[in-house]
């Protein structure tokens, strides 16, 4: 039976290495170009609110001279510059997982940079790969015009400012993309490798395994037979490359499931969902939060529409449920991460050029006023 691939790559075996490398820069000029325009705008936001203001608003309460990059190494930023620092010590620090500070201190060590500007840093770059893969991933499903508006509904959305910050989102939006990317051209080794990096930034990321399943699957045509393949032990790659991380827990502290039991303990109330959101009487942020969530909850949703966006939909939709389920305290910047919602978004949006200006705009002047609470250390995380 032959294997249906939904987005193939292009090759032009006669064009020269100039004529690629001009094609290469023209693909990259727009993520590329949007990613250091909205990185120019979101530091000098975070540079002038705080030479204006430089108190902050939980400890050390006082901000030394103009912002830098660590200006966005705020809240659970702290937990990753420990760990980056002095590894595992502390058995909380363990529901905090490896990849963004080990790249972290990595970079530290060869730049000379401060460890909260390491992780800032680290986390752009992730934006930006994230930004080039999404882009070569959109335009290959809708086509251009889609593709950039759906970035653009990305980056504007209020929350994706987190992106920037010392966290590693941007780097869970990069290679669940990009697993998905390799996995639509037939690739399914390189997917599950991707995949298994982006389970050591943050194990949310294995949800993806369910839109590289589905995949092989149907790229099989379905069927009891399509069971009986190869290449589905892939699929086992990521499980094997994050089960390291618990060999090491193990090795560390004589528990490899010590991260979960500290979530039962240390961290109970981030485990929230909507369920706990509905009974209790939680902070205004929170309630921002599920209210904001709507928004990639219903692109989540619409990716169910048509066939080709199936793979997305089978990781969209769970991730977005799992993260209504447990997810309520850091259901912003969760949100902000599930970015095949942002396709049918972008795909409705850019069939009406009337609201596509104030949409983005409207957004992107929220984004900037959860920055500045951000960046002063208000309750934003």
């Known amino acids: ?65 103009l912002a830098g990059l660590d200006a966005f190494c705020r ?23 490896p990849f963004l500070p ?26 930006l790969l994230a930004l080039v893969v999404l882009y070569r991933l959109f335009r290959a499903l809708e086509g251009e015009e889609v593709a950039r508006v759906s970035l653009l509904l990305f980056m504007a959305y209020p ?10 989102e941007s780097w869970m939006v990069f290679f669940t ?72 827990l193990g090795r560390r502290f004589g528990d490899p499931q010590l991260w979960w039991k500290v979530r039962d303990s240390e961290w109970a109330g981030a485990w929230a969902g909507l369920v706990n959101w509905w009974r209790g009487n939680w902070a205004p942020e929170v309630n921002l939060y599920v209210a904001m969530s709507f928004v990639p909850g219903v692109g989540a949703l619409l990716l169910a529409r048509h066939r080709r966006w199936w793979t997305l939909a089978a990781f969209g939709i769970p991730l977005m449920l799992v993260l209504w389920s447990v997810g309520l305290v850091g259901l912003g910047r969760y949100s902000a991460a599930v970015w095949p919602a942002f396709l049918p978004l972008g795909a409705w949006l850019s069939r009406q050029p009337a609201l596509r200006g104030p949409m983005v705009l409207g957004f992107a002047l929220f984004q900037g006023m959860l920055v500045f609470l951000f960046v002063h250390s208000y309750p934003i995380n």
């Not at 080990?102 to 934006?127: D, H, K, Q």
């Not at 599950?192 to 092989?216: E, I, K, T």
Request: proline share 5%; with cysteine.
């Open 177 to 248: 993309a990009l697993a998905l990317l390799l996995g639509l051209r037939g690739r399914p080794w390189s997917a599950a490798l991707a995949l298994g990096f982006g389970g050591l930034a943050r194990h949310l990321s294995l949800v993806a395994g369910l839109g590289l399943l589905f995949q092989q699957l149907r790229s099989r045509g379905g069927g009891w037979r399509a069971w009986f393949q190869r290449d589905l032990f892939a699929l086992a790659l990521p499980l094997v490359m994050v089960s390291l991380y618990f060999l090491f």
């Open 159 to 168: 929350f994706a400012f987190f992106q920037s910050a010392g966290y590693p």
């Open 102 to 127: 080990l790249t972290a201190r990595f970079v530290s060590e060869v730049t000379g940079l401060g460890i909260p500007e390491s992780l800032v840093l680290m986390a752009n770059v992730g934006g």
């Open 75 to 97: 809240w659970d930023c702290g937990w990753y510059a420990e760990i980056a620092r002095q590894g595992y010590v502390r058995p909380q620090a363990t529901n905090f997982f």
């Open 1 to 65: 039976m032959s294997t249906e691939v939904v987005v193939s790559e292009e090759t032009r075996p006669s064009a020269t290495w100039k004529s690629r490398l001009r094609a290469l820069a023209v693909e990259l000029s727009f993520p590329v170009g949007l990613f250091f325009f909205s990185r120019l705008a979101l530091f000098l936001l975070a540079r002038v609110s705080l030479l204006f203001d430089p108190r902050l608003h939980r400890g050390p309460f006082h901000q030394e001279g």
